[in-house]
């Protein structure tokens, strides 16, 4: 009988935020998020030099944490899902730490959406979710082989998880997804009427 196993594991990493340190007052980020965004001009500017949709602090504010309480809270927690992805991941860190680099904002309107990409320079990136109305889109997640498979017919429809091209996984309000950062990914079309909020971040190794 064959001998048929799993190779070179792309892992997901999904959990409550909650699950670690002081618990998020979400009616307070999601007016955080509103209220950075309003004021953010150099953030806005950039949006539309650039032609995002909506909203991000990407590319204009650095220190959420120190600015504001509830941002200082995510990072705690978040220090602690990614160590327990980088166990699970069998990391050898070498005495060195993963450590926050960037923490952003995301408000996606009806209409907007991310294209495919991935977090150069950084080893584990993932999203928090903020508000996620009825019809928002879910995270998309591509093969890394995908590149690779030349000539290859396309899955089944029904194929294992494992084997599917693209895998959407559809995160609910305060949960936490981590993944390594060479895995592309992108967010779908909001379909929502209602903005869609979440909060993303990248841990390099120092």
């Excluded at 999601?30 to 030099?49: K, L, M, N, P, T």
């Excluded at 200082?72 to 860190?93: C, G, T, Y």
């Excluded at 005495?95 to 907007?112: F, K, M, Q, S």
Aim: a negative charge; hydrophobic letters at 40%.
């Amino acid at each position: 009988m064959a001998d048929i196993k799993s190779l070179f594991v792309t892992r997901l990493y999904r959990a409550e935020l909650s699950e670690f340190g002081t618990p998020v007052d979400n009616d307070e980020l999601v007016a955080s998020c509103y209220s950075i965004a309003e004021d953010d001009e150099a953030g806005q500017e950039w949006c539309e030099e650039k032609g995002y949709p909506g909203y991000t602090s990407y590319a204009s504010l650095t220190d959420l944490p120190w600015r504001f309480p509830v941002f200082k809270q995510i990072a705690d927690a978040l220090d602690q899902h990614v160590a327990a992805f980088a166990e699970d991941l069998e990391f050898d860190l070498d005495g060195r730490a993963l450590v926050l680099e960037d923490l952003w904002i995301n408000i996606l309107p009806e209409g907007g959406m991310h294209s495919s990409h991935i977090h150069p320079h950084s080893v584990i990136s993932g999203t928090t979710y903020v508000q996620m109305p009825d019809g928002a889109s879910a995270l998309k997640l591509e093969d890394p082989r995908s590149a690779r498979m030349m000539a290859a017919p396309t899955r089944k429809k029904g194929a294992r998880e494992g084997l599917q091209t693209f895998v959407y996984a559809a995160p609910k309000v305060g949960e936490v997804l981590l993944w390594e950062s060479w895995l592309r990914h992108e967010v779908p079309m909001n379909m929502a009427e209602d903005d869609r909020i979440s909060v993303s971040f990248n841990y390099r190794w120092e």
